[in-house]
């Protein structure tokens, strides 16, 4: 894929294009828009398309090139680029009236709802009771069927007593003014068949075996079947409400290589998210997904983490932008990790003459804390701190841009010459040629930058000691005080940063198989301000290496917008050990291995999936059913998602046989259990008849 070579004349050509002529709905920006100095918003991919056909005279295409590379090729013609913020719509159904918040919504093109993911669905009666989905063992949640079938599952009894010929001539769906009614409420798939060959249709289970199967395809399809439901059936004031958004441009695509788009998996909004552990999460703080192996466990951990970080739009890992990503850290215990991956702790590190030291590095909990800890903190700054702040760095920016490195030369107070031989994010390294005790020292970055956001006037080292709360003078506050003049020198020369206040984010961090290290030596005195009730500096604690920190009194704490989650196999034999100050400090939540069957959807095989339900529940009432053994060694769903590479055999041989066979290891008929395992699974064993025959024979 490449662009097309358009000159920035033309791109201005088609923004004036667009003012005219306007944007296609199929031509909307789902991720990125090109903003101009007035305000007004356009897409990247279809500005270039635009430019393309002014400047060359070809046909109006976006097919050759994605999103991305429109955005980078505008901006580096100097457009400004934003990142678009999606929004959720609401649209309401009643027996008089179909109103969508989106202004872009017609019933007469209702085809358009191919462009949209469902969010949330209920049903409302007049006096503001909300019914939901009861969803059935292994459906698919909050899909493009779930309207219909809250309309199936309210007016049941209604639409079971029709006849059949009002059944057969019950609206269902029309696209536009001018097109057919499709019409109909069927008792089975092939009775549906009959009249409409197609795979675009929705089942409803009711009464021990009996179905509802009627037409349904995109998001809006069934407005028209739910809205006659209402009618015949409501009463005044009823209404159902469907929350939706726009579809990522990686769902788009994702889905138009799929030959069955209706049966995209969504799952359940719950109080502003789509999952109902999420919203489980945002109130305990710190949550441990508990239960048999295979539940779907590490995986569930991830469709929170996105559920929650994209504020309910998406529960795909991958559809998180990099900058979102960054509100995510994954780590997963063992025996061996310790504080020192965990917290922080000292680290060999090659001195510049070639020696082996120790440094002091953080691990990755305190990696994240301090991400979590800034956006925090920042978010309770107001916009004229923020851009002091950004002029600061700014200005910093400049002046380290500016400075040759190794070469210009800088004196303290005293006169001492020094020069400045490299910056990092954390330290300013400087050379002092004229010092024989202490030739190269590294001061603290963070100290100039404080100096700096003060707004104070320092005259004089004992105006630094005195704001940082010393009783002495350190040796670094010289060189800070010389660099901070000379920042302040050149200063003036750059301009007022505008900025707006920070958002507040949301930050999760995953702990997965969190039972399988030791907890205390890991976590260390973090027990106290792990607790949900100690969150914030009211938690702050003192590390074990504070004394090597750059100031000894600063404090470690968990901020307020930090959560936990955890995951834990029942059956790992180091569950028993797990620290009752951990268990006090984290909500349990058990994922049984019948729970999450919906992720076998990603098999995309209903067929398949049927049958490795059923396989699954029949091996795992026969584990139950083994004295010694429970609903903790059940086998999970996630196991089965290996179908897609392996059959059902392999499946057995390769990865649930092993493990079984350790579950049972010493027990008495260990050869009769497995055979008990192997005919529930539906496994044939290839080999046991040829033992047999052989054993009879020698006999």
């Not at 709802?113 to 409302?124: E, S, T």
């Not at 057969?168 to 089975?188: D, Q």
Request: hydrophobic fraction near 35%.
């Amino acid at each position: 894929m490449s662009i097309p070579r358009v000159k920035k004349e033309s791109v201005i050509e088609a923004l004036k294009y667009l003012d005219a002529n306007g944007v296609p709905f199929h031509n909307q920006s789902t991720k990125y828009e090109l903003v101009t100095d007035d305000g007004k918003r356009y897409p990247p991919k279809y500005v270039v398309a635009i430019a393309d056909h002014l400047e060359n005279g070809t046909d109006i295409s976006t097919g050759g090139f994605n999103a991305v590379e429109a955005k980078n090729f505008l901006e580096g013609q100097g457009f400004s680029i934003a990142t678009k913020q999606q929004e959720k719509f609401e649209l309401s159904i009643t027996a008089e009236s179909i109103v969508s918040t989106d202004e872009r919504f017609t019933m007469d093109n209702i085809s358009l709802g191919a462009n949209y993911k469902p969010l949330d669905v209920y049903f409302q009666k007049e006096n503001g009771v909300a019914v939901k989905r009861a969803y059935s063992k292994g459906e698919r949640r909050n899909s493009n069927q779930t309207l219909p079938r809250i309309a199936c599952q309210v007016f049941e009894k209604q639409i079971a007593s029709l006849s059949v010929e009002e059944k057969e001539s019950f609206p269902v769906c029309r696209y536009t003014p001018n097109s057919e009614m499709i019409c109909g409420i069927f008792a089975s798939v092939d009775e549906y068949k009959r009249h409409r060959n197609t795979i675009e249709y929705m089942t409803y289970g009711y009464d021990n075996g009996r179905q509802f199967v009627i037409y349904c395809w995109n998001i809006f399809s069934t407005i028209r079947f739910v809205q006659e439901c209402l009618k015949r059936f409501g009463d005044p004031g009823d209404k159902f409400v469907l929350t939706y958004r726009e579809k990522d441009e990686k769902e788009t695509v994702a889905e138009e290589s799929k030959a069955t788009a209706a049966q995209e998996e969504l799952v359940q909004q719950f109080k502003g998210y789509r999952n109902p552990f999420s919203s489980m999460l945002i109130e305990s703080k710190n949550l441990i997904f508990r239960g048999a192996p295979g539940t779907g466990k590490s995986y569930l951990a991830k469709e929170i983490a996105a559920d929650i970080i994209s504020n309910g739009y998406f529960d795909d890992y991958t559809l998180l932008t990099d900058e979102q990503k960054k509100q995510v850290e994954f780590v997963q215990f063992h025996p061996s990790y310790d504080y020192s991956d965990f917290v922080e702790g000292l680290r060999p590190k090659v001195n510049d003459d070639g020696t082996i030291g120790f440094e002091l590095q953080d691990g990755i909990f305190k990696k994240f804390l301090a991400r979590a800890r800034k956006n925090y903190e920042d978010s309770q700054k107001s916009r004229e701190t923020v851009e002091k702040e950004l002029s600061v760095q700014e200005a910093m920016a400049e002046f380290f841009a500016s400075v040759e490195l190794g070469v210009d030369t800088f004196k303290t107070i005293n006169g001492n010459e020094f020069t400045i031989i490299s910056v990092d994010d954390s330290h300013i390294n400087i050379s002092i040629p004229g010092n024989a005790t202490v030739n190269k020292l590294s001061l603290n970055l963070d100290e100039v930058r404080r100096m700096l956001e003060s707004g104070l006037r320092f005259d004089k080292i004992k105006d630094i000691t005195t704001f940082f709360g010393k009783s002495f003078a350190t040796q670094a506050y010289s060189y800070d005080f010389a660099i901070y003049k000379a920042i302040k020198a050149q200063k003036g020369t750059s301009s007022k940063m505008q900025a707006k206040q920070t958002e507040l984010k949301k930050y999760i961090f995953i702990i997965d198989e969190i039972n399988r290290g030791e907890i205390s030596k890991i976590f260390g005195e973090l027990f106290f301000a792990i607790d949900p009730g100690y969150r914030g500096k009211a938690g702050e604690i003192s590390t074990q290496y504070s004394n090597l920190h750059p100031n000894p009194d600063e404090k470690l704490y968990i901020p307020e917008n930090v959560y936990i989650i955890g995951t834990m196999n029942d059956i790992d034999r180091s569950v028993d050990s797990f620290d009752f100050a951990m268990r006090r400090r984290f909500r349990f939540v058990e994922l049984r291995a019948d729970e999450r069957l919906e992720m076998l959807a990603l098999l995309e095989n209903e067929e398949q999936e049927a049958e490795a339900i059923r396989r699954m529940a029949a091996l795992n009432k026969e584990i139950a059913s083994v004295e010694d053994l429970n609903e903790n060694y059940q086998i999970g769903a996630s196991y089965f998602l290996k179908l897609k590479t392996l059959n059902f055999d392999q499946l057995w041989t390769d990865y649930l046989q092993p493990l079984l066979q350790e579950y049972i290891q010493g027990m008495y008929d260990e050869e009769g259990i497995m055979k008990r395992f192997e005919e529930a699974y539906g496994y044939q064993n290839p080999y046991r008849g040829d033992v047999h025959e052989a054993a009879q024979n020698q006999g």
